[in-house]
T-cell receptor
Framework: DAKTTQPPSMDCAEGRAANLPCNHS???????VYWYRQIHSQGPQYIIHGLKNNETNEMASLIITEDRKSSTLILPHATLRDTAVYYC?????????????FGTGTRLTIIP | GAVVSQHPSWVICKSGTSVKIECRSL??????MFWYRQFPKQSLMLMATSNEGSKATYEQGVEKDKFLINHASLTLSTLTVTSAHPEDSSFYIC?????????FGPGTRLTVL
């Protein structure tokens, strides 16, 4: 019962903005959207999360549509070190007793 | 952000031996710890959830007698792969959670010969 759908792969030119989409059409009112990324042979790294408002931190911006059925992670100025698999995860508020489960994610390749 | 460490970062062992992997939350106390396994070119698969002082909860299809989990304190969890076989070769990743955040360790690559 996949809660999110992401494209399997994307390329982005170095220095450009990378926009990674995620569909979560069955999201419920108290569920957050979390983004993690995994660089090759490393553990996942937290990027950002949001409920319904757009969010921005030092790593990225998260744009959530008004109906909350989809979101976009934006890396404003992609570098080669941003090459990784990006995971969009929907989970209840403050995790609660839920388990963080990973789908197949989007493999982002930054092209020099 | 908070730091989760794992030791060792990689290990090679002979078939039939047991291997212990440690996971520590270095600057926070984790209410819950998780163990994941990742095969090449695949996503992370949750193996088990553990809370300090209680028995781990294993996901369907994960053998609890083969993958022993001990959660001795709020900062330490261990995973022991008993009688390891080549098919157990994988990337094992631990994760530690507070009430509002979840952090991941760097992973341990296990190779069973």
């Amino acid at each position: 019962d996949a809660k999110t759908t992401q494209p399997p792969s994307m390329d982005c030119a170095e220095g450009r903005a990378a926009n990674l989409p995620c569909n979560h059409s069955t999201i419920s009112g108290n569920e957050y959207v979390y983004w993690y990324r995994q660089i090759h042979s490393q553990g996942p790294q937290y990027i950002i999360h949001g409920l319904k408002n757009n969010e921005t931190n030092e790593m990225a911006s998260l744009i959530i549509t008004e109906d909350r059925k989809s979101s976009t992670l934006i890396l404003p100025h992609a570098t080669l070190r941003d090459t990784a698999v990006y995971y969009c995860i929907v989970i209840g508020s403050n995790f609660g007793n839920e388990k963080l489960t990973f789908g197949t994610g989007t493999r982002l390749t930054i092209i020099p | 952000g908070a730091v989760v460490s794992q030791h060792p970062s990689w290990v090679i062992c002979k078939s039939g031996t047991s291997v212990k992997i440690e996971c520590r939350s270095l600057d926070f106390q984790a209410t819950t710890m998780f163990w994941y396994r990742q095969f090449p070119k695949q996503s992370l698969m949750l193996m088990a959830t553990s809370n300090e002082g209680s028995k781990a909860t294993y996901e369907q299809g994960v053998e609890k007698d083969k993958f022993l989990i001990n959660h001795a304190s709020l900062t330490l969890s261990t995973l022991t792969v008993t009688s390891a076989h080549p098919e157990d070769s994988s990337f094992y990743i631990c994760s530690a959670r507070t009430l509002v955040e979840q952090f991941f360790g760097p992973g341990t690559r296990l190779t069973v010969l």
